[in-house]
């Protein structure tokens, strides 16, 4: 990393860190652009080749996640099946990161629950997500999802990862022990997609008529 894309991901890093300061000190629409920025020793105008918005700073990891998932997916190994690589995936962003179990984590949590803006922006994310990862399950593996299943698992996936994060950040005390966070998050997407870990893989022709697909006559 050069010298200037180290500067930029300190400043962008101290954008986050003066924002969670001041959304649960101050309350998220109490403070302004310009509030955060100067608590972070960064101009206003500049906030903006960082973030697009005040919602964008609590999102700061998600392009992240994404590229974890198209990366595993394209390095996948040849005897990799679609739900081992998802779950590869959600490995290394934890190794890679703490934000699924940390303090923004709780905050951006709460703020979806109570701040419409936030939780439009949350859900806008979430699906843009998940239909990119869905469409690079399709392309790689062919002969085992339609685009149907791919958006079916990469549905699954998501929201276990979502639903235990719910759970789990409710409560305070988790945000003491990170990797618990994790391994309970993990466990509850290996039970999410244990269906699609144990199910048998048809061929493609067999599989498009068991979802009602009527396959053209040889000749």
């Given at each position: 990393?050069?010298?200037?894309?180290?500067?930029?991901?300190?400043?962008?890093?101290?954008?986050?860190?003066?924002?969670?300061?001041?959304?649960?000190?101050?309350?998220y629409?109490?403070?302004?652009?310009?509030?955060?920025?100067?608590?972070?020793?960064?101009?206003?105008?500049?906030?903006?080749?960082?973030?697009?918005?005040?919602?964008e700073l609590?999102?700061?990891?998600s392009d992240?996640r994404?590229?974890?998932?198209?990366?595993?997916?394209?390095s996948?190994?040849?005897?990799?099946?679609?739900?081992?690589?998802?779950?590869?995936?959600?490995?290394?962003?934890?190794?890679?990161?703490?934000?699924?179990?940390?303090?923004l984590?709780?905050?951006?949590?709460?703020?979806?629950?109570?701040?419409?803006?936030?939780?439009?922006?949350?859900?806008?994310?979430?699906l843009?997500?998940?239909?990119?990862i869905?469409?690079?399950?399709?392309?790689?593996?062919?002969?085992?999802?339609?685009?149907?299943?791919?958006?079916a698992?990469?549905?699954?996936?998501?929201?276990?990862?979502?639903?235990a994060?719910?759970?789990?950040?409710?409560?305070?005390?988790?945000?003491?022990?990170?990797?618990?966070?994790?391994?309970?998050v993990?466990?509850?997407?290996?039970?999410?997609?244990?269906?699609?870990?144990?199910?048998s893989?048809f061929?493609?022709?067999q599989?498009?008529?068991?979802?009602g697909?009527?396959?053209?006559?040889?000749t």
């Open positions: 990393m050069s010298l200037r894309d180290r500067k930029r991901a300190r400043n962008r890093q101290a954008l986050v860190d003066a924002a969670t300061e001041l959304f649960e000190r101050n309350g629409d109490e403070t302004t652009v310009a509030d955060i920025a100067a608590a972070a020793d960064i101009g206003t105008r500049t906030f903006f080749s960082y973030f697009a918005s005040k919602e609590l999102f700061p990891e992240a994404v590229r974890a998932a198209v990366e595993a997916i394209e996948r190994a040849p005897d990799d099946g679609p739900a081992e690589v998802l779950l590869r995936a959600l490995h290394k962003v934890g190794d890679d990161s703490d934000d699924m179990a940390s303090r984590a709780a905050l951006r949590l709460r703020l979806i629950r109570t701040v419409p803006a936030v939780r439009g922006r949350g859900l806008q994310i979430q843009d997500a998940q239909r990119e869905a469409t690079h399950l399709a392309r790689a593996f062919p002969d085992h999802l339609t685009e149907v299943t791919a958006a698992l990469t549905g699954a996936f998501v929201g276990a990862v979502t639903g994060l719910q759970v789990l950040l409710d409560d305070p005390e988790q945000l003491k022990d990170p990797s618990a966070v994790q391994a309970a993990r466990q509850a997407t290996d039970v999410a997609l244990t269906p699609w870990l144990q199910a893989i061929p493609r022709e599989r498009e008529r068991r979802e697909v009527v396959l053209p006559q040889q």
